[in-house]
Nanobody
Framework: QVQLVESGGGFVQTGGSLRLSCAAS????????MAWYRQAPGRQRELVAS???????AYAPSVRGRFTISRDNAKNTVSLQMNSLNPEDTAVYYC????????????????WGEGTLVTVSS
């Protein structure tokens, strides 16, 4: 069992910046990938950015060059630095982590935070 707690959401003007953080607790030994998703009103949840254990990153085209994802394996945290925010970035942002279960099954596990709201005013 892994619990994810997000922080850093809030209200910001167009062009501003926010930094989201997510801390994992519980059975964190086998966490593999970390990611941030977001869901805007009337939209499907979409992958914003991801980072693997080798620190390789991937970004949605809409945020590439503006957002930066990072992780700290020792602290079991993942962060999302968001710059040059615009109203289209307004959404609930969700922390996501993929892990592997323990023996004997080694099943794939997925964990979600409860979300943090980011509102960007025009």
């Amino acid at each position: 069992q892994v619990q994810l707690v997000e922080s850093g959401g809030g209200f910001v003007q167009t062009g501003g910046s926010l930094r989201l953080s997510c801390a994992a607790s519980g059975n964190t030994e086998r966490i593999i990938n970390m990611a941030w998703y977001r869901q805007a009103p009337g939209r499907q949840r979409e992958l914003v950015a991801s980072i693997n254990p080798g620190y390789n990153t991937a970004y949605a085209p809409s945020v590439r060059g503006r957002f930066t994802i990072s992780r700290d394996n020792a602290k079991n945290t993942v962060s999302l630095q968001m710059n040059s925010l615009n109203p289209e970035d307004t959404a609930v942002y969700y922390c996501n982590m993929e892990a592997r279960g323990g023996p004997p099954e080694w099943e794939a596990l997925t964990y979600w935070g409860e979300g943090t709201l980011v509102t960007v005013s025009s």
